[in-house]
């Protein structure tokens, strides 16, 4: 057998595998990972596989190989997800009337992200940066995860002095290190407020009803289930060669899995019950080529995709790859712009956008 003929055979080998895994990557979006965990890996390879397979046809064309049409055929269905995770046009702030409003949403980590040379955690220094971003941001709505206070008194102390002319709503776990969870901070009249609990977890969805510019509406500030690992972690791990590296990343992966399914649909049960139009923002801890984003984004507008630009990743150790954090408006609704400022304060970037909304709507109410 000829070189150029095991060459060209290898070759297609390597196209019909790159093809294989894209097209399990549009598979992951609409199974349930809980019921086939392993689609959960092409689906977080969504970006890079898609580039793959865009180098492997130019590859093609330039050599004339008919095997184009291997990664040609793949990469089809990329027209209707790539916008997922990158768009062009204008990210400018625009406020149109009297109707925007201004949200940020922002996992900021318990203050972990700053760090001093020993590698000490300097929370104070952490939480001051933050509170001075989202000063500077000016938003009529922060929607916060993973806010940390020494206890729950020191947390609405902070919150008051802070956030001076927001109302807000908070659900914190307490423990031996402090308390944790999620906020809502509304310039606007908060009208109603609780929480949807998930079983065997410490994250949740807060829900905040808030009456904007005449429209009243329930806001779900959700934290799902993470994957519990760390990256960085992982690569030291394998730098050292530590034993069970890869099985200890696999349960933590599998147990997220099960769980953040059961989830979503709590809360798509939550918001079957609720009379009033949803917005849904948070840290959903998964990226848009997931089952996750496919069950929540239905009766919802993607603000990034309506009025994003360059590429929407809020996980900043794998940018541009990964984006896990969401504002989800309702239909009815216009979306005025999406901005992703890389500020490095956590693990998360931040998510900052506006809206504008249609006055008149029926009193909150289950």
């Given amino acids: 057998m000829s070189r150029t003929l095991v060459g060209g055979i290898a070759n297609r080998v390597l196209m019909l595998m790159a093809a294989g895994l894209l097209?399990?990557?549009?598979?992951?979006?609409?199974?349930?990972?809980?019921?086939?965990?392993?689609?959960?890996?092409?689906?977080?390879?969504?970006f890079p596989l898609a580039l793959l397979n865009v180098f492997l046809l130019?590859?093609?064309?330039?050599?004339?190989?008919?095997?184009?049409?291997?990664?040609?055929?793949?990469?089809?269905p990329t027209l209707?997800?790539?916008?997922r995770y990158l768009?062009?046009?204008?990210?400018?702030m625009a406020l149109p009337d009297d109707g925007t409003v201004k949200i940020v949403s922002y996992n900021v980590g318990r203050f972990a992200g700053?760090?001093?040379?020993?590698?000490?955690?300097?929370?104070?220094?952490?939480?001051?940066?933050?509170?001075?971003?989202?000063?500077?941001?000016?938003?009529?709505?922060?929607?916060?995860?993973?806010?940390?206070?020494?206890?729950?008194?020191?947390?609405r102390s902070v919150l008051s002095s802070e956030f001076k002319g927001y109302d807000f709503d908070y659900y914190v776990f307490t423990g031996r290190n402090g308390c944790f969870g999620n906020v809502v901070l509304s310039r606007f009249p908060i009208k109603g407020q609780g929480v949807v609990k998930f079983d065997h977890s410490t994250n949740l969805a807060l829900y905040t009803d808030i009456e904007a510019h005449g429209k009243l509406f329930r806001l779900y500030n959700c934290h799902l289930e993470s994957y519990n690992i760390s990256f960085p972690g992982i690569v030291k791990g394998i730098m050292d060669r530590k034993d069970g590296i890869w099985k200890e990343t696999e349960r933590?992966?599998?147990?997220s899995l099960s769980l953040r399914p059961m989830q979503v649909e709590k809360v798509l049960?939550?918001?079957a019950d609720c009379r009033l139009e949803t917005v849904l923002c948070g840290d959903f801890n998964d990226n848009p080529m997931s089952y996750t984003y496919q069950r929540l984004i239905k009766g919802h507008q993607d603000t990034f995709c309506e009025s994003g630009r360059g590429f929407g990743a809020t996980y900043r150790y794998l940018w541009p790859a990964l984006r896990i954090d969401y504002v989800f408006i309702p239909e009815g609704f216009t979306a005025c712009g999406h901005q992703t400022p890389g500020i490095r304060?956590?693990?998360?970037?931040?998510?900052?956008?506006?809206?504008?909304?249609?006055?008149?709507?029926?009193?909150?109410?289950?």
């Avoid at 184009?68 to 990469?75: E, S």
């Fill in 23 to 46: 097209v399990l990557s549009y598979m992951s979006a609409f199974v349930n990972p809980a019921k086939a965990w392993y689609l959960m890996f092409p689906g977080l390879l969504f």
């Fill in 58 to 76: 130019l590859w093609a064309a330039v050599r004339r190989s008919r095997a184009f049409v291997i990664p040609l055929v793949a990469l089809l």
């Fill in 80 to 83: 209707f997800f790539a916008g």
């Fill in 87 to 92: 768009r062009t046009g204008n990210d400018d």
């Fill in 114 to 155: 700053v760090k001093d040379r020993s590698g000490k955690i300097r929370r104070r220094e952490c939480a001051d940066s933050v509170y001075a971003f989202l000063s500077e941001t000016d938003a009529d709505i922060i929607c916060l995860q993973e806010f940390y206070a020494e206890n729950a008194a020191r947390l």
């Fill in 252 to 255: 933590k992966m599998k147990h």
């Fill in 269 to 271: 049960e939550h918001i």
């Fill in 345 to 366: 304060f956590s693990d998360h970037y931040p998510v900052v956008s506006c809206f504008s909304v249609c006055p008149g709507t029926p009193d909150a109410g289950e």
